[in-house]
């Protein structure tokens, strides 16, 4: 019996580890009827665990979830984009229904609005219940249901911080009501529209009109970006789409790469990790949730350190890496680094000794912990 | 205890039958150990149906497998590509090993080549054994793994048709090879590769040389596809190479759409049932598979006809709508309507009549066809044109 134990439990973490989308079925009462989602939890999701997770709602969900998910899987694996919560909800049968505006004031009515209300009074809630989710919340649509993702803009205050519409299907005088709001903003929003040459004609015109509306806006608070793509149709256009808008949303998120360490990190005034720390602050204040350390920004840091002999940065930065992956080799080889660029190859030695035994990060294994200590061990008889 | 095998085992099927994804383990004698795989079968897979489908190898399955699975999904959604079986390759700490190259030639070697050959000769059979597969394959490589997949451009017998090299990081002389391999084959292949302005520099570099040399190629064999993103690096240009080169793989086979009906059916040159008939063979062709002529691409090839006031093509089609549709009364209409415009108001009338016998179309009812039998009724009424009975009769004994 205790294997058949070892055995469900295998089956339920290797279920996790391969971010496994989970079918779920919701009881609505706005709706009156039961409702289907899908879920991508992310890889090794830990219910225990404090950190949350940006939330990603995607309308169309029978067919628009899996592209999300797949592309969200792709990029938070290699750390350009946070772990994200994707919630697709399935539309095919009550489309229509759900989508539903006013022939008067174009806003949802009767079934709409019992759309509308199942997101934002049932829907959400009962995510935030379930899952870390936080404050973060991203919401995707695709033609019909890309123009009732603006509906949620309208609320006193938004319950999206960013919004991304494919090809919308623009009900009539959305366009100059997007442009009245998207002004007024007082906080930040994103927001990403897209057609492509080969679009549906009548669809592709109202985006060019409603882009030349947006794209007027002087406000700092809207982060608007806009594509137009070449040789691909209604559908194409989505594929193309999704990376482009994960990138803008998550842009500040992005590790340090060779722009950033030129134009900004190398120049910085104060100190190599004061810079990381405020960027790892300006992160949490804009999205609502905390960055973890990456190695590639750790990398970062410490040459920028090496760079402008900042020494101090440099023991900083070691020791936050130690409190941050106690297991890992890294701390050692920062520590390492520290004491020998200050002359003591003595405790330098003891750091790649002692780190010789700890776990091979991306960029540092036995190998080079053992090429750091012989070379530390020449300079001390030296 | 009872209670609790019960739940696990009611989790079991619905982790099954919901999502879609198996986590396969393939024990191997080229490599001498096991192999993990994902694989996902398309939704409402029949084992005992005889439809084929493609199959494509994504290779470092571990972090490749879910984007290309979800573009799949999007793409079969609207019938944009058939449906697929996709099938990952887990590599992890093999990689090294599995992408091992002779650094010369930048061809497999030692536990490359065994690699390689597990892929071709153990993995590939498995799958067709197992699963309804089709004769089309596409390899999706990144990094190491897109120079490896061109290995298989050099066998005799082509293990894939296609190849997706997403930022591939070319070795030795295999890049310049791969060229003059292109220009040699008499089968049709499709080539697509990708880099991107911030991609690794040395990489990057190799790919543009490449894709000159590539670009040079002349064969029709060959369908070649190339992109150079803007403002991506060498992980994030990923997901958006999948989407190009899957749109571009799979681009004959998607429904008829708007631009291809003004560009390419209006005017084409000769009648409009041949673009149709010429376009359903190329796909069984290429992909293997048999795809039916809707209703739906008859219709709107026919409004094609009509608005080039093709009445040939508009038989022709009715033609064609009568062989593939018997049932319903689509075939016969244009036959009647091309007969009405040509003037022949009789042989219009009786083929009208002939329709109301069968099933309605999806635009077009018996409701419909009775008025149009009543204001042929109304002109036929002045009229004493002489018709050749003959002629409805072949007309319809060809059905």
């Known amino acids: ?69 797949g592309n969200i899987d792709y990029q938070s ?58 404050n973060f919340r991203i919401i995707f649509g695709h033609d019909l249901s890309a123009n009732f993702i603006n509906y949620f803009l309208f609320k006193d205050s938004p319950l999206f911080r960013a919004y991304v519409a494919f090809s919308p299907e623009l009900a009539p005088e959305m366009g100059t009501r997007l442009q009245q709001r998207l002004s007024e903003m007082t906080q930040e929003v994103f927001y990403y529209m897209a057609t492509s040459d080969a679009d549906i004609k009548t669809l592709r015109a109202s985006t060019l009109e409603t882009n ?33 808008a994960l990138n803008e949303i998550f842009g ?48 970062a840091i410490a040459a920028a350190s090496n ?8 023991e900083k ?10 297991d890992s080799m890294l701390g050692a080889y920062y520590l390492g680094m520290y004491y020998e660029k200050e002359g003591n190859y003595k405790k330098a030695l003891l750091q790649y000794k002692g780190g010789l035994l700890l776990q091979p990060s991306q960029s540092v294994d036995k190998e080079i912990m053992l090429e750091k200590m012989y070379d530390a061990e020449e300079a001390l008889n030296n | 205890m009872r209670k609790t095998i019960l739940l696990v085992f009611t989790y079991l099927i619905f982790a099954f039958s919901t999502a879609q994804v198996t986590y396969k383990e393939i024990s191997s004698a080229s490599l001498n150990s096991e192999r993990k795989l994902k694989i996902k079968l398309p939704k409402n897979y029949n084992p005992d149906s005889d439809v084929k489908h493609p199959v494509i190898i994504v290779f470092d399955g571990d972090y490749l497998f879910e984007p290309v699975a979800g573009q799949v999904d999007f793409q079969t959604y609207f019938d944009d590509m058939p449906s697929s079986i996709v099938v990952g390759i887990m590599q992890g700490e093999d990689r090294f090993y599995d992408a091992y190259y002779d650094p010369a030639t930048g061809l497999p070697t030692e536990s490359g080549l065994r690699f390689h050959n597990f892929v071709s ?82 990489i990057r570099e190799n790919i543009l040389v490449t894709n000159d040399e590539i670009k040079a190629v ?48 209006l005017p084409y040159e000769g009648t409009l049932d041949q673009y149709l008939v010429d376009r359903y063979n190329r796909i069984e062709k290429l992909f293997g598979i048999e795809k039916e002529i809707s209703e739906e691409e008859l219709e709107k090839v026919a409004k094609i006809a009509e608005q080039r006031e093709d009445l040939q093509s508009l038989y022709k089609l009715g033609k064609l709508a009568n062989k593939l549709h018997p049932e319903t009364l689509l075939g016969t209409y244009y036959l009647a309507q091309s007969a009405e415009r040509l003037g022949k108001t009789k042989k219009a009338k009786k083929l009208y009549e002939s329709a109301l016998v069968l099933e309605d179309a999806l635009n077009i009812d018996k409701e419909y066809i009775a008025t149009k039998i009543e204001e042929l009724n109304v002109v036929l009424v002045d009229l004493d044109d002489d018709i050749d009975d003959e002629e409805i009769e072949e007309d319809n004994e060809e059905k």
């Open chain 1, 252 to 299: 500040l998120f992005k590790p340090i790469n060779a722009k950033e360490y030129k134009e900004k990190l190398l120049p910085y005034e104060g100190l190599s990790f004061d810079y990381l720390i405020k960027k790892y602050e300006d992160i949490e204040h804009f999205y609502g949730f905390e960055k973890k350390l990456i190695e590639n920004d750790i990398r």
């Open chain 2, 218 to 265: 002349d064969n029709k064999h060959l369908t070649y596809y190339f992109d150079d993103f803007n403002g991506e690096t060498h992980y994030t240009l990923v997901t958006s190479a999948i989407s190009r080169s899957f749109d571009k793989i799979f681009d004959i086979y998607t429904p008829l759409r708007e631009k291809e009906l003004e560009e390419k059916v």
């Open chain 1, 307 to 314: 760079k402008k002999e900042d020494l101090e940065s440099l």
């Open chain 2, 121 to 202: 000769d153990e993995l590939l059979p498995y799958l067709d054994k197992e699963y309804n597969t089709s004769k089309f394959r596409v390899a999706v490589g990144h990094d190491r793994m897109g120079n490896f997949i061109n290995s298989y451009l050099f066998k005799e017998d082509l293990s894939f048709q296609a190849y997706v090299c997403i930022s591939p990081d070319f070795v030795g002389s295999l890049s310049s090879f791969v060229s003059k391999r292109l220009t040699l084959f008499k089968d049709d292949v499709f080539y697509y590769m990708a880099t991107s302005e911030k991609d690794m520099p040395q």
């Open chain 1, 212 to 244: 030349a509306l947006i794209s007027t806006i002087e406000n700092d608070q809207l982060l608007y970006k806009f594509d137009d793509f070449d040789d691909a149709n209604h559908y194409a256009l989505v594929g193309r789409g999704i990376p482009k």
């Open chain 1, 1 to 69: 019996m205790k294997n058949f134990y070892s055995l469900v439990i295998v089956f339920f973490i290797v279920l996790n580890i391969q971010a496994q989308a989970i079918y779920k079925t919701i009881d609505s009462e706005r709706l009156g009827e039961k409702r289907e989602l899908k879920i991508q939890l992310p890889r090794n999701y830990d219910p225990d665990e404090k950190q949350s997770y940006p939330l990603i709602i995607v309308l169309d969900g029978d067919y628009l979830f899996e592209p999300v998910a």
């Open chain 1, 317 to 326: 930065l070691a020791k936050l890496v130690k409190k941050e992956f106690p």
């Open chain 1, 77 to 134: 694996y290699w750390e350009d984009i946070p772990d994200c919560i994707v919630v697709g909800i399935n539309q095919a049968d009550t489309r229509s229904n759900d989508l539903f505006y006013d022939t008067e004031s174009y806003f949802p009515k009767d079934s709409g609005a019992q759309f509308y209300e199942f997101i934002s009074a049932e829907l959400l809630p009962y995510v935030e219940k379930n899952y870390k989710a936080s």
